[in-house]
């Protein structure tokens, strides 16, 4: 499942130590997706009550793993792909400076 950037970070938050997240549209999302439920606190008069405290589901782990995953991976890609620029770079600018040095002196 895709979730947006502030949405990892919320369920970052909440994996890690929060119990409580603030009111926003990504924790509605969250909960519309049922990557998050709020905790029951308790039962009164047969009717469940729920406090102000959430926790991940098993989809919400899938979808803040896969995020994670997935953005590490581009992100070491890119950086691969930086390093043999800078190395091809570097081994045409030295070719070139070796064809100077044997042609052009005596």
């Known amino acids: 499942m895709q979730i947006s950037k502030k949405e990892y970070q919320l369920l970052k938050n909440l994996y890690r ?3 409580i ?3 926003s ?4 999302s969250l909960l519309n997706k049922k990557l998050i439920a709020a905790e029951v606190s308790g039962m009164e008069n047969g ?3 729920f406090s102000d405290q959430y926790e ?3 989809s919400g782990i899938i979808a803040f793993e896969e995020y994670r995953f997935t953005h590490s ?5 890119s950086i691969r ?6 190395i091809s770079v570097a081994a045409i600018t030295l070719t ?4 100077y040095l044997s042609h052009f002196t005596p």
């Open 21 to 23: 997240l603030p009111e």
């Open 17 to 19: 130590k929060s119990r």
């Open 81 to 86: 792909s930086w390093i043999a620029i800078l």
């Open 56 to 58: 991940i589901t098993d």
């Open 25 to 28: 549209r990504e924790r509605e």
């Open 73 to 77: 991976t581009v992100k070491w890609t």
């Open 96 to 99: 070139a400076i070796n064809i």
């Open 47 to 49: 009717i469940i009550q």
